[in-house]
Structures are given as structure tokens and as C-alpha cells.
């Protein structure tokens, strides 16, 4: 039962005497309750001091007061009687009204106290102030009497008589000085004149005359009547004046005398800014030397200091190298150097197990995912040791065509370990690494690798590397050599102590907090993230945000990753990092150079390309001989077009190309660059009847009609020996069976799911011609290739199939290769073997 049952109904509220009424309130939810309400009067609230009104004193006739007195602290009133059926809902309400009008009595109480001191405080704040003023009255009357003590006595004893006795010639004697307030002069206000009597024509009303400032045309009442000059034309006038002061043509300028700063070549507005000159003027002086010239031309150095001195300006010669950075170092006080971790390169011929040895070393698996199994790219990683230090890892190919990048791995280290298998020997790549490390001056220590095997033979590769003047410790030499096994994961630590070993005797420094110097170890074209450059820091320290100019490209590092992907704030000394943010894609072995600002990097960035242009299209000294000797011969030229997906790559393979020429028959790369195959690569392979050779790339959509288009031939390799016998066999005529590709089907990779313990299923989904199971297959990321493989096992929801067509789905196991992603792309193709003609 809700509460409107339970009580009986009240009168409704009236306004006749203090009666109790009811109020009826209602809340959410349906639910209502009925108050009872009184009217009372309201409280008047008196000041201290006052009396209260006569229906509210407690005395029906208080005697009047015969002075006002401070009021007493009031006193809490007491509590009220609750009155009888009072109900807990007007028993709450009189307790809210008690409340309130207790905290307004408070209120009241602190408002009248805080009044009392404030008005306390202000006039004890305007007593002080006029004593102080007393004081400083009394003290200035004091001095003053000080001051006036040492006069005559007769000004002393006569202080009322301002007139003095004369003198003896007659003249009065002049009055003592006095201090005398003066007071300011009124200026005469003219007489107000009556509304009748108007002022003459041409006279000067007092309005007028009010207007403007008191000129010497107005003082000698000249020009009487005219309107006042404005404000603009009183500033005009007064700022003509001060040029006329200053330095106008009463007063000739003083000349300024400048360094000017000339370059070897300069234009004539240019050194006209830079004069300080106008540019008409030096025209002017060039036409009076006979020269025509425009203030757009561009003048030598020479003609410029003629003018220079002409002019009365001091010259400075500067040359065009002067705005490249220098590349000799400039040495870093010994005191800012700080401990850096060692960079370690990995050196050996191919297949010694070098990637392997850092594999296990880093606890990765790099070598899975190379074509081949063998290395072709410098890697770069950093490595913690049990003893929390960090060892920076290059890995270097092995191969022959990357003597270039053997020989930057071996510039850029501090300690090279040169890997030798025990059951193979000393090989060609073996003995370069040695003379490459002997060229960069750094310490070597020899890992024999492969101690796991039975035939492996350690002390037959100590005699061996007798031959090449490599004394290792057990022969009583000076480099270090340990035993390991990169399979079984043996000898590694002995291998660290070692690097850490020579690393100490080294005492590696650096200076961190300076701007950054890098060296690119290897650089490509990505194609959602643009040129992308590995470095290795060298010293200072690389951030996010810097401005840099490497070799002909400049820009701003937009990102910086670590070698196991992580974007980081910073770099600092012997970190191998990926920094993002070039104008394009520098060349390996180039030093990157943190610089001031923008202005800075790109003035020196086209400078070198300048000079690089200048370089690669200056021609040969020739003679009529040689002219007649080029034109007798009979050498072919056998043109291409190289793409890769790493500078480094494009490097060995145009190198390799070029060391395949004989005096029959020689290579002439069209084109080198690196990222995906593009339409202006088809064109210019298309015009120039050249094949296009692709190193781990391949052409994106449009190129590819292109090529069926134009019927360009194009080469995919992924292995660099592929490249160099193909191309070499195609060149000499002996070529053997033609490797034609046939593409049978392509299919987009929709979903990966797991295939046993360790292998993963590739959902697909065919797009073009069909899959079969059992053919060659390669895997494409961004039209980069990602692994070369066979199709394992093909299926169709749960049946073993042979073949899928297009615009069905199907699943498939790729052999030797679990890199896959949704969106992959998977081209299936058969390999034809057939004569080759020419």
C-alpha cells in the first residue's frame, strides 16, 4: 500500500492565519507523497547594535537604549518542540528549515565579522600612512633648515625684510634666492562672441585657430583663413625633412664597404644582391667592358672580382668544392669519447656456413628463406652476449661476383672472422677475404667450421693458411682461431670471448652526442615504404627527424628500424639500422651525413649530382686512330637492362656482366636501377631490342602488357652464378638447351591455415589458366619475390586433385617454404628445355 492509503486526507492549503496545509509531490515512477506545509512570517534579520522590531522583542515594552551599544554574541536558539501528529515527512521538512535558516544566521554572523576587520584594517592601513607622511614633512623641514644654516647673518636676523642694503656704487644688492612655488601661466581664452555677430570673410575663427599646430606661417599670420594641414601632410612633411637631414642629396652617402663572397660562377643580380649594388649599375660597368649581358646571365669569377673591385668591395674566392662536405674526418676531443659495442664481418667463401654461424649465433634462420641457400645481400644484425654486451654482425656473400661488397664489409668493421669449412679447404673466396682484410688493416680471427663432420680436417687448414701468411696461435702466431660447429651449435661461446677479447685490446670509442655519420651497407626500392637504406652508424648519434645528405640524395629520416623490425627513436655508434626517408636510392657504400637543415643538404645533394652528370657524360680523350680502329672492328655489343631489388645487387651483376667481355663480344647495361620492372624499363629494353634481366623482382600489371605487347624478352634470376652462366653461354653461342618458362596458372593467396607440425596450407583461389600439382611455382609479395618452389600437395576441399582450373578454389602445400601471407601471389609454371638459336 503506498503512503496516500495510509494517511487520511488533510484540508487544503489556505492563506488565512498559520495553518497547516498540504502539498502533494510527485516523483518517477508513478509514486507520489503529500506534505504538510505552514506559513509562517518571515525572520527579519537585525544588525548589531539595533533593536529589534516591537512585535519580535521578548519584553512587550523594552526601555529605549540611551546609546547604542555592541550587541552580545548571539546565541544559538534552542531547539523546537516537535509538534504533537507531527509526520516524518514534515518532521524532515522543519529540520531542512532549521537547518537553513542556522547556516544563514552563521552566514550573517561571518559577514558582519569580516566587515568589522576589514574596516579595522583600513584604518589602521590610513593611520600609518599619515604618520609616515608626518614624518617625511618633519624630516624634509629639518633638511631644509640644514641646508639654509651656513647664509649671512643679516638674511638670519632679518628673515621678513625682502629688500637688502645697497651697495656702494649705488646699486641694490641682489635678494637671496628663494624656493618659491611658481605658478603655470593661463593662456587667455578668447572672449566668446554672440550668436548674431558673425566673422568676417577670411577671418580666423577660434575653431580654426584651435586646429593643427602653431607653424611659422601661422605665427606671422600669413596665409590667414586657409584650412589647417591634416595629421598625413604634418608626417609627410616631417619625414621629408629627416631625408633631407639625413642623407639626401644635400649630403651624399657614406660608401659601405663588403665582403662579397664570389663562387666560380655567379649571376649578375646575384652579385648585385650581394653587393649591395643595383643590378642596372653592374649591367651598366659589364657594357662599358664590352660585354652584353642581361642581370639573368651568368658571369665566371674573374669578370665578377673586376667588378668587385670596381665597386670598392673586398672579394672572396670560393670554388664549387668547398660546398661538398669534406670526407676527411674531423677528430673528436678524446674526452667525449665513450666505449662503443665492435662490428664484427663475416667473411668466407661461399657455402662455408657463415650465415649459418650467425644463425645460430642470433638464434634465427636466415638461410631458408635465400634462393639457393646461399647469401646475396649484406645482413646486418646486432647481438647480445651472455655478458650483456652487444656485438654488431655483418654478413657478407660469398660468392665471386660480390667482391664489392666484401671489400665495403671489410671497410667498415673493426674485426673480420673469416669462416673456413674444415672438410673443404682454402678456397678462391677464402683467399680474397684474406687480402681484402689485409688492404682494410683490421684483425682477423679464423672459425673453422663444419667440426662436426667425420672428414673434417682443422689442422690441414692451419697449414693451409701458412700459404697466405695467416700464423694462427697453435702455430705460434698472432691471429686466433677456434673450432666451431654452426650446425651443432658448438664452440660459440669460445668464439665470443675471443671477438670480445680483440675488441678490448682495440679500446673502441666513439662520440655519441654529435650529429651522426653513417655508412650505407646496402640500399633498395620498397614498395610501400619508398628508398630504404641500411647504415651503420659510425659515430654521433641518428634520430628521428634529422636532415642527412647521402652521396647525390638527401632528405629527412622519416623512420629509423632495428634489425628485428621495431621502429626506434634513435640510433647510436655501430647500430645497423633502416632508415626511411630518402629522395631516392643511394649507393652502397655511401656516407650518410647529418647536417643543419634542409637548404644545406640539398645545395650539397645537387652539387655532387652536378659533378656526377659531369662524370658520366664527359667523353674519352679520342684520336683519329682510335676513331678508325672503333669503326674497323667487328666487336658486338650485347645490351640489357638490369633490375634489381638491392643496390648492392645491381652493383655485382653489372659488374659481372662487364667481366664476361672478350675483344669479340662485350655487355652494354642500358640501364641499372633497382625496384620493380616498370613501363619506362619495357620501353627502353623495347627500342633497344634489349632483353630485361630481373634479380628478384618482377614487372607490376601495366609493364606486363607491355612485354605481351611489344614482345620484350625478359630474364628472372634469383640465384647471381644462374645469371652470369646463362648470360655468358647466350653470348658466346654455346648455350645448350634453352630454360623457356611457361606460365601455366596464377592464383592470389586468400587465407594460410596449418598443415601438420610444421609445414602451412595456402588457401588460393585460381585467377588465370589452372595448378597442377608437381610443377614449379614461385611466390610473390609487392611483385618481389618472396621463395622459389613446387606445388607438394594439391587439394580440393578434402580430395587429393591434379589439377585446379581458373575461378576455383583449392588448397596447396609449397615445399621448402612457410613464408606465406594473405595476398600473395602464386605463379605456377613449367620449364621447357629446348635448343637455343640465335
Not at 521538512?93 to 576587520?117: F, G, P, S
Not at 577670411?202 to 602653431?214: I, V
Not at 623512420?559 to 655508434?573: T, W, Y
Request: hydrophobic fraction near 35%; aromatic fraction near 2%.
Amino acid at each position: 500500500m503506498s503512503d496516500d492509503d495510509k494517511k487520511p486526507a488533510r484540508k487544503p492549503l489556505t492563506l488565512k492565519g498559520a495553518q497547516p496545509g498540504e502539498v502533494k509531490q510527485t516523483f518517477s515512477h508513478g509514486r507520489t507523497n503529500k506534505v504538510a506545509v505552514e506559513v509562517k512570517r518571515r525572520r527579519k534579520l537585525v544588525k548589531p547594535g539595533e533593536a529589534p522590531a516591537p512585535e519580535e522583542a521578548p519584553a512587550p515594552a523594552p526601555a529605549p537604549a540611551p546609546a547604542p551599544a555592541p550587541a552580545p554574541a548571539a546565541k544559538r536558539p534552542a531547539a523546537k518542540k516537535a509538534p504533537a501528529g507531527e509526520t516524518p515527512q514534515e518532521r524532515v521538512a522543519r529540520l531542512q528549515r532549521e537547518a537553513e535558516e542556522e547556516r544563514l544566521r552563521l552566514a550573517e554572523e561571518a559577514r558582519k565579522r569580516e566587515d568589522k576587520e576589514a574596516k579595522q584594517a583600513a584604518e589602521e592601513e590610513k593611520q600609518r600612512a599619515e604618520d609616515n607622511k608626518k614624518a617625511e614633512a618633519e624630516a624634509a623641514k629639518k633638511a631644509k633648515e640644514e641646508a639654509e644654516a651656513p647664509k649671512g647673518a643679516s638674511a638670519e636676523e632679518t628673515p621678513a625684510e625682502p629688500e637688502t642694503a645697497p651697495a656702494e656704487d649705488g646699486t641694490p644688492a641682489p635678494a637671496p634666492r628663494k624656493f618659491t612655488p611658481v605658478k603655470r601661466p593661463e593662456i587667455k581664452k578668447p572672449e566668446r562672441k554672440k550668436k548674431d555677430d558673425k566673422p568676417a570673410r577670411g577671418a580666423e575663427t577660434p575653431d580654426k585657430r584651435r586646429s593643427g599646430k602653431l607653424t611659422v606661417k601661422k605665427a606671422l599670420n600669413e596665409d590667414e583663413g586657409r584650412r589647417a594641414r591634416s595629421l598625413a601632410a604634418l608626417k609627410r612633411a616631417r619625414e621629408k625633412e629627416r631625408r633631407m637631414q639625413g642623407g639626401g642629396s644635400n649630403k651624399p652617402r657614406e660608401k659601405q664597404v663588403r665582403d662579397v663572397i664570389v663562387p666560380e660562377a655567379i649571376t649578375v643580380g646575384e652579385l648585385a644582391k650581394r653587393m649591395g649594388e643595383k643590378g642596372a649599375d653592374l649591367v651598366k660597368e659589364l657594357f662599358n667592358l664590352d660585354m652584353m649581358v642581361t642581370v639573368n646571365q651568368t658571369i665566371d669569377q674573374d669578370t665578377a672580382e673586376l667588378l668587385v673591385e670596381q665597386f670598392g668591395h673586398n672579394i672572396e674566392k670560393v670554388s664549387e668544392a668547398d660546398v661538398d662536405i669534406q670526407a676527411e674526418e674531423d677528430v673528436d676531443p678524446e674526452e667525449t669519447l665513450k666505449p662503443r659495442p665492435p662490428v664484427v664481418t663475416i667473411m668466407g667463401h661461399v657455402d662455408h656456413g657463415k650465415t649459418s654461424l650467425l644463425d645460430a649465433l642470433r638464434g634465427a634462420n636466415v638461410v631458408k628463406g635465400e634462393a639457393g641457400g646461399i647469401t646475396q645481400h649484406i645482413g646486418s644484425y646486432q647481438v647480445k652476449t651472455k655478458g650483456g654486451d652487444a656485438v654488431t654482425f655483418l654478413d657478407t656473400p660469398g660468392h665471386a661476383a660480390f667482391t664489392e661488397m666484401r671489400q665495403r664489409g671489410a671497410n667498415v668493421t673493426d674485426i673480420v672472422v673469416l669462416v673456413v669449412a674444415a672438410d673443404d679447404g682454402i678456397m678462391p673466396q677464402t683467399i680474397e677475404a684474406i687480402n681484402h682484410t689485409k688492404a682494410a688493416g683490421v684483425p682477423m680471427i679464423v672459425a673453422i667450421n663444419k667440426m662436426d663432420k667425420p672428414e673434417a680436417n682443422p689442422d690441414n687448414i692451419r697449414n693451409r693458411l701458412l700459404e697466405h701468411e695467416v700464423i694462427v696461435e697453435k702455430m705460434s702466431g698472432d691471429v686466433q682461431d677456434v673450432e666451431i660447429s654452426a650446425k651443432e651449435k658448438t664452440g660459440l661461446d669460445e668464439l665470443l670471448e675471443k671477438i670480445a677479447l680483440q675488441a678490448e685490446l682495440l679500446e673502441l670509442k666513439a662520440r655519441p652526442d654529435r650529429m651522426a655519420e653513417a655508412t650505407v651497407i646496402e640500399a633498395q626500392l620498397d614498395k610501400g615504404r619508398g628508398p630504404v637504406a641500411t647504415v651503420l652508424i659510425t659515430r654521433g648519434t641518428l634520430e628521428r627527424g634529422n636532415t642527412f645528405v647521402v652521396g647525390t640524395q638527401s632528405g629527412r629520416v622519416r623512420a629509423i628500424v632495428d634489425d628485428h623490425g621495431k621502429q626506434i627513436k634513435k640510433a647510436g655508434p655501430s647500430m645497423p639500422v633502416e632508415v626511411l626517408g630518402l629522395s631516392g636510392v643511394p649507393s652502397a657504400g655511401d656516407v650518410l651525413t647529418v647536417v643543419e637543415n634542409e637548404q644545406r643538404a640539398r645545395e650539397v645533394a645537387e652539387y655532387r649530382q652536378e659533378k656526377a652528370t659531369e662524370k658520366r657524360t664527359a667523353l674519352a680523350p679520342t684520336s683519329f686512330d682510335t676513331m678508325f680502329n672503333n669503326l674497323a672492328s667487328d666487336l658486338v655489343e650485347f645490351p640489357v637492362l638490369v633490375k634489381a631489388d638491392v643496390q648492392g645487387s645491381v652493383e655485382a651483376i653489372t659488374t659481372a656482366l662487364h667481366n664476361l667481355g672478350n675483344d669479340l663480344i662485350k655487355v652494354r647495361v642500358l640501364h641499372a636501377g633497382v625496384g620493380a620492372i616498370t613501363e619506362s624499363d619495357v620501353q627502353l629494353a623495347a627500342a633497344s631490342n634489349a632483353p630485361i634481366i630481373g634479380f628478384n623482382v618482377r614487372p607490376n600489371a601495366k609493364a606486363r602488357e607491355l612485354v605481351k605487347r611489344d614482345g620484350v624478352e625478359m630474364k628472372y634470376y634469383d640465384v647471381i652464378y644462374h645469371l652470369t652462366e646463362e648470360i655468358a653461354k647466350e653470348m658466346a653461342g654455346e648455350l645448350g638447351p634453352e630454360r623457356i618458362e611457361n606460365v601455366v596458372g596464377r592464383a592470389a593467396v586468400k587465407e594460410v591455415f596449418r598443415s601438420g607440425k610444421k609445414d602451412k596450407a595456402a588457401g588460393l583461389l585460381v585467377e588465370e589458366g589452372v595448378i597442377r600439382k608437381g610443377l614449379h611455382a614461385r611466390l610473390t609479395r609487392d611483385d618481389v619475390i618472396v621463395s622459389a618452389t613446387t606445388i607438394a600437395s594439391l587439394r580440393r576441399f578434402k580430395d587429393d586433385v591434379d589439377e585446379v582450373r581458373a575461378g576455383l578454389e583449392c588448397g596447396v602445400v609449397l615445399a621448402d617454404t612457410n613464408d606465406i601471407q594473405p595476398g600473395d601471389q602464386l605463379e605456377v609454371f613449367e620449364v621447357e628445355e629446348r635448343e637455343r638459336t640465335l
